[in-house]
Every structure is written in C-alpha cells, then in structure tokens.
C-alpha cells in the first residue's frame, strides 16, 4: 500500500474529522428547475465488454442490444442500452436488472471467443440532466462543444467534468446522462447544482 | 489549449490527452540480449527534435487509446495523427 | 455637488436617472450610463490618485482600458472590494462607493510627494542601485517600506464572498470588438448563417461610435446606424452578443478567454448570477477588430490632472456629456486633435488654442478649426504646465527651424494632447502573430498570422470610418468562408466622416526646459520619464526588452498601453537607430488585469479538488473518527474514543488487532481486472513474480517494476480463474498503474488476447483482522468454508455475504490472521455494518490508516513510496525472493542486470532501534556514522519510517542504510537540531518473524 501523500512521523498532530457528503442527501435536497434539472438514477446492471472481432456480435446478441460500431454512438433496445467507449471496449446497460443473469447469458455465447467480461455495477452512478440549459450546465466543466450538431442525441464518450472523468451521454435534444465513478460523484453533483445557479 | 485528433474520436481538447513520449521505439524483443549500452540509448536517449516530431498520446479520458501524432515543436501545431503500429507519415508540408 | 460641468443635453447617458455615489467620502451624483471618470469629470473632479514612485497628483488621462493614473478601490463591503480598478471603465451604480490608492493621509494631501521632490536622487534603476547593502536590510527595511510607500490599492482583508464560474463555449466567428469594423465583420458572419459571438468589453455595443457627433453611415446619423446594426444582429439566432466581456487572452488553437462582468455594474446584484463569468471560447475563426489607442505626446509637466488625451476629452464631451473643463488646450501632432477641439467647442468647451507640432496643418479638420475661429499655432509645442492639484495654464513655445521661439502662457483648466494612433496588438501578438511597422503610421500593425484570425479596421491602422467598414465587412466574410465555407452577401457602406489622415508622433517633443528638471511623462503608471529612458540608453542599454526592465517602463498593470510606441521613440532618437531595429517587446496576457477569482471559479473550499469517499465513509465519520488525505480520498486515520489522542487511539487499536479483531476500511486500494485467454502470460509480463503455476483460489503477492529496474508498485493478486485475475494496486498508484499495463498491451503487446478493467470503486474492501477473525466471519459466509484447511493464507473464495455476491481474501497486512471482504461498493456499508455487529462480542475494533502502518511496519512491510523513492530494486527492500529469476523477461528484468543495480553499497532496508527506547525518529532523519565528522558529513540513508509499537513498548523504525544488511547489530547517529540519537541497525522485521501468526 502506498500511502505517498501521508505525512506521518513523532508529531502526530494531522487528520482532521470531516463528515462527508451523502450524495442521497444531495439528490433529495435539488430542487427541478425549468432551465435545467438533475435528478440521481437508480442502480443499473453494468457490465464492460472488451474483446476481439469474432465476440463483439454474439455479445450484443446475447444482451439483446447490437455493440455500435461507430465511435463515440449508443444503441438502446427498451431499457438496455449499449455504449461505445473505445474500439474494443463497451459498457453495457441495464437499468433496474442486477449482473449476474446477463454476466452468465454473455459469457455462455461468447464461451472460447476472445473476450472480457467484468461486473462494474457498483462503480458508478448515473445522474439525469434535463432542461434547456443542460449544456450550458455542463459547459461548466466539460470543454465539448455540445451543440446538436457536435454532440447529437445517441452520442456518447468518456470525457471531463472539472477534475473527475465522467462518462456522458445524450438521451434527448435537452437530456443528457452522467455516469461518474462512485467516489467522484458528490464532487460532480455539488458542481453541477452551482452551475445550475442563475442559468 | 491545444484541439488534438484522436483517429477514434475525432478532434477533441487537449485536457482529455496524456502525452506519452517519442513514438516509434519498440521495446527489444529480447532485451537480455542487448549490451548495457544499448539499453540505456533505449530507455533514455530521445531526438528531442526542433520541428517535427513523431510521438505518442493517450486520449486517457476518451476512447482509452494511444496513439501517434507529428507535432511541430515550433510551432506546437499537430500535422496529423495516426493509429499505432501504422508507419510515421512522410511529413513535409508546415503545419498550421 | 451637482454635475456642473454636464453639456446641455445629449450623450448616452440617461438624464432621467441620476446615479448617487461616493468618491473618499465625498457625496456626489451622476447618471446611469456614466462610469465613476465620466460622472467625476461631470463633477470638476481630475485628481484620482497620486503617482507610484514620486507620489504626484494624477487625474484622468483616458477614457478606457489604457488608464493609467485614475486607479480606484471600489467595494460594497470588505468581502466585495476589488482594488485598482480603472475608474474609467467601473460602471456608475446607486449606492457605489469608490476611494483614490496609494496616498496618505489624504489625496490632496499625501506624505509620500516629498519623493517628487527628492526625484533627482530617484532615478531609473534606482532600487537596483540603491537598496544593495546590507542584504539583511532588504527584507527588514527597505522591501516593507517600498511597499508601503510605492504600489497601488490595498488587497482586501475578508475572503471573496462573490461567485465565479467558468464556461466552454464554441462558435464558428469569434468577432472581438464592436466598432465599426466588428461591427461591420460580425455583420458579415451573421448574414453568412455561421454561429457568430461578438463580444465588446464595453457595456455598449459601438465603440468609437458611441462618441460620435456628426458622422453618418448608409444616410444615417452614425449612432442610429449603430442602432440598427445591433438589432440586426440581435434578432438573428445565429448570434451571440456579449457587453461588457474583455477578450483578454489568446491561446493556442484559437482558445480566447474570455471575462464577462455580470453584476459589477448593478447596485442590488442577483445572489443566483455570479460576479464574473471566465469564458473559454474555442473559435474555428477569429476577426480582432480591437481598435487603436490614442498616444499621449511626452512633454514637461504633461502628467497634471487636466491633462488628458484628445479622444477620451471627446468622448467625455460626447457620449457621456461631460465637458473636461471650461477652456481647453489642444496639443497635437494629427488630425484627430482637431476634431476633439470641434466637438469640445460644440459642447460648450472653450478652445484657448491648438498647438501643432506640424509646420503645415492641411487637412480637413484643421480646415474646419480655422473656418470655426479656433486659434490655431502651428510648429508649436506645450514645454510646461502649471497648477498644482490641476492644470491652470500651458506653455506654449514656438519651435524655429534651429531654435525655440518666444514662450508664451496660456490659462486653461483642461490640456487635450494627441500624438495620433496605435493599433491595439495585443490579441494578435498573444496569439504569436508577427508584427510589422508601418512607416506610414509609426506604429506597429499585424503581419504574419499564426493561428486562424485575421485583424479588422483600426486595429491593423485603417481609422478611417468607411475604411473600418469596409475591411470589418470583408473580414467577417472571409472568416465565415474559412470557417465553414459560408459566403456573405456582398455589402457596401456609405460613411461620412471627416478624414483624420495619418500623421502623428513618436517619442518626446521638443522642449526648451531644463533637461535635469523637466519631468516628461511616458508611463504614468510607472513614473517613468523621457530622461529615465535616455539614461538608460547613457548607461548602455540597447535592447527594449533590457530598457524596458532597467526603467520599468510599460511593466505596469496597463503594460505600456500609453506608453511602449513612445519610449521606442525615445530609445530610437537616442540611438539614432530606426524603430524597427530596436525590436518591440511582447504582448502577453490578460489585456487587462483580471480577477483571481474568475480563474478560480467554483473550485474553493469544498469543491477546490474532488473529496473521494468510499462507501463505508458515513459509518466511519458517525464513529467520530479522524482522516487524512490520502491523494484525493479521505481516510480514517484513526477512530478515538471519549478523550483519547491519536497516541492513545492508536495503541488501543493496534492492541486489539493483535489480540483479538479490527475492522479497516481498505477500500481505496486499486483494483484492476485482467481477463483473457493470455492474461497469465500477461501479469508474467508486467510483474516479477511467476504467474503460470499460480492456481486459481490462491493469491500471490506481486512487485511491478518501470522499465528502469526500480519498484513502481506492489500489491496481492488474486487468480479467480485460469483467464481471469483479480489485481489489487496501492491506492495513489491505481491509476498510473492502469495506464503502465494498457500502454504495454496496447502499443508493445497488442497481439495478446487479454483485457484491463478498473475495478476500484466496484468493490469495497473491508479488512478483517485479528486471531478472532475468522469467528466473527464465519457466520456470515454463505458457500465460503474459512477453515485454516479449506481455505490457507493467501487464498480466495467466491460466495454471497448477506446475500450479497463476495469475493474472500485470506490475506494479511498486519501479519495477523486476516481476511479481506470484497462486496460491491453499492453494499459495502450494509456488509460493513454487519461484520461490525458480529464482531461485537469478540470486541471487533475499527482502526484506520495509522494502525494499519504501525502494524505493517512491526512486520517489516514496505509501503511503496515510503520505502521505496523511485530508486529502489526488489533487492534493496527484501523483495528479491518475488523476483522470478527463471523468468526470461518482464518488464524491469534487463535494468536490474545492470551491475549498479546490485553493487554492495546500494541503500537496503533494515530496522533501526534507538538506544533509548521511548525516542520516535523523524521520518526522513539522515543517518551517519559519525556525527562529529567534519562537514560535509558523510550521509548513510535515512529514516523512512518511524512509529511506537505498543506491542513492543518501544519505538521501532525502517530506514534505507547504504550497504545497510551488512551493519547490522552495528551502532549508527541520526543527528537532529537539538542531539544527536543514536540507533542500532537491526533486521527489518520487529514482530513474529516466522509468521506463525497467520494460520492460529
Ligand atoms: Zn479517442
């Protein structure tokens, strides 16, 4: 275990309390808003799928839902969603369903062609951004041109929020979906309500 | 700000990239058999050119890939990216 | 007082709505639309400051960003001051109390002018020369007093109370500036259909038109032609127009930032707005159509209050109705001095004289003068003022072919000069453009771009109104052509306007006063003068970037927008070199200074860098315990109970881990998932160990090196299945580790079939250890036998917890019997909170992070990047067993076959135990042989970790020794500032050194 930043020795004078921030809390507490809303989504089944050519159309098969091809664009099929995050990386959504029939479901199919199937349900949440003004909310922090034109409904990519990676998503003209790893999000949260603020 | 061409994603701001070093140096295929000499021009000695220079990026919080740029250290404008294992460009136009 | 010197009538300003306001106390009124110089000048008032370095009255010299003198302190309270603004550009609200800087006691009275008067023992390169010796002086004496005395406003004592916030914005046309030429360039865009911004620092829309008297475009008055412009474009949806923005930094690849002001300039602001907006524009292509700023002339006494450059007297005249006083001097060397002197005379302004440098006033203007009755003295220069806290009169001294002429007195209270215009650069230098002089203009104006702009109107030297037009136009179309292929209609303007033409002056005029005395403004910020400059040339400086520094000249807060055409004048008449070669120094941003807090943003406090929280965070924090910053997540470091200390926490802790169970919340360790046909083969690759035999269940303990032979990070890696590994990192090493193992895979071994995931916040981690562990455990497992037979040291079993999916290590960091529960992260309080329960009658015992390093430590365990710095081989801290010396290669293997990595007196990890057992070293200690040899003293190593071991009752320490297992049992020193402590080296393992401890 490294612990660099740690500063230790005699002087046992550091630490500090800090109660923390319930991401719960934020999210009961955010008041909608006709400019722009957010809203914290309930837990979804996620699973990463990496792998060789031969894999990539079983997969989809298996999940119900076509692995996009083109970069950087999501298919959805009901409420299951595939995403494109690399040439040979996916994450596949499913919101109110839990990982271990679809994990079991995509690696039978995909049984001895080259692939990686990893469980990744716990590490994130997912917040809805609505409203006329949701670019302009994320523009706060994410450097994207999000015009329609640059960043149109279906698209989807790993970028930035100030100093977290988020995973974003266009569902709809005024929707966007953030994905955040679990331990950035009420960082990522806070952020948005004070852009959300007078816009 | 630089804007920087992922062959993936397309252009996309500086902030998503890591850069990576100086491209096209493969690690050996079998370093042992390399003299002490020789490892060290791999591991450390770089071209450091004034102009062009072929080198590697990462867009870490894109598509996750590394890939290869020429970029004027001149004049710190990209002339293209390109996919890795793909041969460096035969570059002669400026980059603007 | 009332705004005596308000013209009749007209102006932008709204008549109806007067404006109360303070200025050091003094109540005084305005109206909306006015700025604090404008409703001052409406009051009489000149004087606004004293000067930096001699401390004289100043008054207000322009009517813009190339402000020097009239510098205010304005705020509503103490947590919303903002010193050193420029009066002419703060916007006039109810309520708004402003106060002159850098004067004591009193502007009209000020202590420091005694330097004005001690000035020939202040010249250029006097701190340099003078505050030498003795250095200790510099920072007890003269630094705080320099400060005191010289400098500008006084920072604000209350932290900001205002909010910033940041913005990326895009657009095809980035238009900067909205005179005649953005105007006439976003117009051009718009009509293209591209998405166009145009921004204006102003809080109009206009620029120079918006003091305009008798110009006319397309038929139209030129201000209702400006009118009609602007609802053009404000009724197109492809426009963005932004007021009172200043684009005050070009950066590459068409990146401009921008400031936008948003509730300055309102008395009651809106608590949802911001103060300021920092806007981040990337442009496909940009029109600077930026302007050009008036130079002042450099003549004796030009710095009164009264003086003023000719434009902004007109623009005061004209935009705002403010007359700058009842009888004006008009010094100039072009046209535009003339036109000043009309529009002054039709505001009621008495013109006592025009002097003109120029033997043969010809133009247009001067035409009109004559015809208007104005006196007009051509080949005349001002070689004096009088007055004290303002102007009362001008020398006026006739200039013949070889000599002065006759000198003569005349009374004013204002001093209009005009040394013609300098096109505003800055942006286009910024954005590394290259500047060409115009012999024509003497001044410099765009040349080569580099990025993908192009300069419009007055800021490339066109200050013709049809000519600004019409470039603007031609500009704005071929930016949106560039852009996106766009084309815009053709359009033509009709301009009237007189023709300024294109004389003017560098440098300083003639004057017949006495060199020694005669103080010749060229930066009034700096109080630099002509002579300072010809000093420095005296004393052999050449280049402007050296003369520039040695004087100070343009390094004030306006970066010599006044003043760098003029000193290049000077520096090129005394060196008899031509400008062009005495080069230009550069451009840099902001234009104009800029607040911390827009850079800032929302990035204070709480939300300056993301706080990581694992999921058991809330329990810990209930319990009352205490963390520390470990990267970006916040860790228990230790949990206190009643009135415990940490000393005394933690030795509660480390007790009970040893002698019964503690709980620790290991979440943020790194966590990467490796699956694939190759991933054995992979981690062979990656990490010294030997990965091929490992079956899956059990877990191994790995070392990664860089490629350089020294250790990057470790961690415990569990096999789950022939193709699929579960690998821990340290926790500030997960993401460089992740990116290590995807740069080799990807660009050296892409034809390997194996997969990375980051699986850090996928699981929580919660650490169980102690002998009682595996009883509070075992009730809770479902489908995972803990028996020390089913299930030994350094394995790993799958099964549900509550239900919940787990996966179980058998692990250890304390070298007790252990456990470590991974549950996804989602559950991770819900598990947590049961093992608690459970644990309660073995009396389960959270600890936190400073246990688990005494503990590690008692068994001698390393904690990369404590014991290791970046130069430590396997070797050096007893890790060469897990170096698979069979092994062909991995990454690291042909750095340590280099002889140094394994020479005799390389730095190895040993233990240290002080002579007196109670005394903890310092981490970071150095440890020598001999303390009482002469310096330099020879450095052994040093201390890398150092705690009390309950265990032990003592204190124990690891330490990085050169040749270090070879002294052991040997005596050695850590000196400290006060003793020296004498230690014993020692094995590096204090506590069960068998580890009989994991398998009870
Ligand atoms: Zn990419």
Redesign the pocket.
């Known amino acids: 275990m490294s612990e660099a930043a740690r500063v230790s020795g005699p002087d046992l004078g550091h630490g500090h309390p800090y109660p923390g921030v319930s991401l719960a809390a934020l999210a009961e507490g955010s008041k909608p808003s006709a400019s722009a809303s957010l809203k914290l989504l309930p837990a979804t089944a996620r699973l990463v799928f990496r792998g060789r050519e031969a894999a990539i159309g079983p997969a989809g098969e298996a999940f119900g839902v076509a692995l996009p091809r083109e970069a950087c664009r999501f298919n959805t099929n009901g409420t299951r969603s595939v995403l494109w995050l690399g040439p040979d990386e996916w994450i596949l959504l499913a919101p109110g369903e839990g990982p271990a029939p679809l994990f079991a479901a995509i690696e039978t199919a995909t049984a001895g062609l080259p692939h990686a199937l990893v469980d990744v349900s716990s590490r994130s949440v997912a917040f809805d951004l609505s409203g006329p003004k949701a670019g302009f909310v994320l523009n706060q922090g994410n450097p994207l041109d999000l015009s329609l034109d640059a960043f149109p409904v279906g698209m989807c990519t790993r970028t930035v929020f100030a100093k977290s990676e988020i995973v974003l998503r266009r569902t709809a003209p005024d929707s966007f979906v953030v994905d955040v790893w679990r331990s950035f999000a009420p960082y990522v949260w806070q952020l948005l309500e004070e852009a959300r603020r007078g816009a | 700000m630089l804007i920087i061409n ?1 062959p ?2 397309g252009e ?1 701001p500086e902030i998503e990239f890591r850069y990576g070093g100086e491209a096209h140096i493969a690690r050996p295929a079998d370093p042992s058999a390399l003299s002490d000499a020789e490892w060290t021009d791999f591991l450390y000695n770089r071209t450091n050119p004034k102009g062009k220079h072929a080198e590697r990026w990462r ?1 870490i919080h ?2 996750g ?1 590394y890939f290869n740029a020429v970029r004027d250290t001149v004049s710190d404008f990209f002339v293209t990216t390109y996919k890795t294992g793909e041969a460096r460009p035969d570059i002669e136009e400026s980059a603007r | 007082m009332t705004g005596a010197f308000r013209t009749a009538s007209g102006g932008r300003i709204d008549r109806s709505k007067p404006v109360a306001f303070t200025f050091d106390g003094q109540h005084l009124s305005g109206f909306s639309g006015d700025t604090l110089a404008s409703a001052l000048i409406a009051n009489g008032i000149h004087l606004t400051g004293r000067s930096f370095k001699y401390h004289r009255p100043r008054g207000i010299l322009s009517a813009g960003t190339d402000e020097p003198n009239a510098l205010v302190g304005v705020g509503r309270d103490e947590a919303h001051y903002a010193p050193n603004l420029r009066a002419t550009q703060v916007e006039l609200y109810e309520g708004l109390k402003a106060e002159s800087q850098n004067r004591w006691p009193s502007l009209k009275f000020d202590a420091g002018a005694v330097n004005d008067l001690a000035s020939p023992l202040l010249p250029s390169g006097f701190y340099y020369k003078t505050f030498m010796w003795p250095a200790k002086a510099w920072t007890k004496f003269y630094e705080p007093k320099i400060r005191a005395m010289a400098g500008l406003g006084r920072a604000p004592e209350a932290p900001d109370a205002d909010r910033y916030s940041q913005h990326y914005a895009h657009c095809d046309v980035l238009v900067v500036g909205s005179g005649p030429a953005g105007l006439a360039a976003a117009l051009a865009a718009a009509a293209s259909g591209v998405k166009v911004m145009l921004v204006d620092e102003q809080p109009e829309m206009g620029g120079s038109l918006l003091a305009s008297r008798d110009a006319s475009i397309d038929g139209k008055p030129a201000q209702q032609w400006l009118a009609d412009a602007l609802a053009e474009l404000s009724a197109a949806d492809n426009v963005t127009l932004m007021t009172r923005t200043t684009a005050f930094g070009y950066f590459p690849h068409n990146m401009i930032a921008l400031a936008e002001r948003v509730t300055e300039h309102v008395a009651v602001p809106d608590p949802e707005l911001p103060r300021e907006r920092l806007w981040q524009v990337r442009a496909k292509e940009v029109v600077l159509a930026t302007g050009a700023l008036e130079r002042p002339l450099v003549f004796p006494d030009n710095d009164r209050p009264g003086v003023m450059l000719a434009d902004s007297g007109r623009t005061y005249a004209n935009r705002y109705g403010a007359k700058p006083g009842k009888r004006a001097v008009i010094f100039t060397a072009c046209d535009a001095g003339y036109r000043s002197a009309l529009d002054l005379a039709a505001a009621g302004v008495e013109i006592a004289a025009i002097a003109d440098l120029r033997r043969n006033p010809a133009g247009e203007l001067p035409a009109k003068a004559l015809a208007a009755g104005i006196e007009v003295r051509p080949s005349t220069a001002v070689t004096g003022t009088s007055g004290r806290l303002r102007v009362s009169g001008a020398a006026l001294t006739k200039m013949g072919e070889y000599d002065f002429g006759a000198t003569q007195q005349i009374a004013c209270d204002v001093l209009l000069m005009s040394g013609g215009f300098t096109p505003s650069v800055h942006l286009f230098s910024q954005s590394r453009g290259k500047l060409a002089f115009d012999p024509v203009l003497n001044c410099y104006v765009p040349g080569t771009s580099v990025e993908r702009e192009r300069s419009a109107g007055a800021s490339r030297g066109l200050f013709e109104l049809g000519a600004a037009l019409e470039d603007g136009y031609a500009k704005g179309a071929d930016a949106a052509k560039a852009a996106k292929g766009a084309k815009a209609p053709a359009r033509a303007f009709a301009a009237q306007a007189p023709r300024l033409g294109t004389d003017g002056h560098i440098g300083a005029t003639p004057h017949n006063r006495n060199p020694a005395f005669a103080k010749a403004f060229v930066d009034w910020q700096n109080d630099v003068t002509a002579k300072d400059i010809k000093l420095a040339t005296r004393e052999g400086f050449r280049s402007i970037e050296h003369i520039k520094r040695y004087t100070t000249t343009g390094m004030a807060t306006d970066q010599g927008k006044t003043s760098n055409m003029n000193a290049l004048g000077i520096v090129s008449d005394a060196l008899k070199t031509p400008v062009p070669q005495i080069g230009l120094t550069t451009f840099r941003p902001p234009f104009t200074p800029t607040t911390f807090g827009i850079f800032a943003g929302a990035a204070r406090g709480e939300l300056f860098d993301p706080a990581r929280q694992t999921a058991i965070h809330g329990w810990a924090a209930e319990q009352g315990a205490i963390f520390e910053d470990v990267g970006n997540w916040k860790r228990a470091l230790y949990f206190p109970r009643g009135n415990e200390g940490m000393h005394e926490a933690v030795a509660r802790e480390c007790r009970a881990v040893r002698s019964a169970v503690g709980i620790f919340d290991a979440s943020t360790l790194g966590k990467i998932e490796i699956v694939g046909p190759d991933a054995a083969e992979f981690m062979n690759r990656m990490y010294t160990n030997a990965w091929a035999k490992l079956e899956p269940g059990r877990l191994r303990y790995g070392v990664m090196l860089r490629e350089d032979g020294f250790v990057m990070d470790d961690g415990v890696v569990g096999r789950m299945a022939p193709d699929r590994f579960h690998v821990t990192t340290t926790t500030g090493g997960a993401p460089r580790v992740l990116a290590h193992m995807e740069d080799y895979l990807q660009t050296e071994w892409p034809d390997l079939d194996v997969w990375l995931t980051s699986t850090t916040e996928q699981w929580s981690v919660i650490a169980v250890q102690g002998p009682l562990a595996r009883q509070v455990l075992r009730p809770l497992l479902e489908g995972i036998d803990l028996s020390k037979e089913a299930m030994p040291h350094m394995s790993v079993r799958e099964g549900t917890i509550l239900g919940i999916p787990t996966r179980v290590f058998s692990v250890s960091f304390t070298g007790e019997l252990g456990f470590e529960v991974n549950v996804p992260s989602e559950h991770g309080r819900k598990v947590w909170e049961a093992i608690y329960a459970s644990g309660q009658k073995f009396g389960i015992t959270p600890y936190g992070t400073e246990t688990m390093h005494v503990l590690r430590a008692e068994k001698g365990y390393i904690i990369v990047g404590q014991e290791t710095d970046g130069t430590a081989t396997p070797d050096d801290v007893n890790l060469g067993w897990a170096v698979g010396k069979a092994k062909k290669d991995f990454v690291g293997k042909r750095a340590l076959a280099r002889a140094s990595m394994s020479a005799p007196d390389r730095k190895q990890l040993v233990g240290l135990f002080t002579v007196e057992p109670q005394t903890v070293l310092e981490e970071g200690a150095q440890v020598v042989a001999d303390p009482k040899a002469p310096v330099p003293v020879p450095m052994l190593g040093h201390v890398t970790s150092s705690y009390h071991s309950s265990v032990l009752g003592r204190s124990i320490a690891l330490a990085v020794i050169k040749g270090g297992r070879g002294r052991i049992g040997q005596k050695l020193f850590v000196p400290m500032p006060d003793r020296v402590i004498e230690v014993e080296v020692t094995e590096p393992v204090f506590y069960d050194p068998k580890g009989e401890r994991f398998d009870v």
Do not use: D
Request: charged residues 25%; hydrophobic residues 0%.
């Open positions: 992922c993936y994603c996309r867009h894109g598509c890939r």
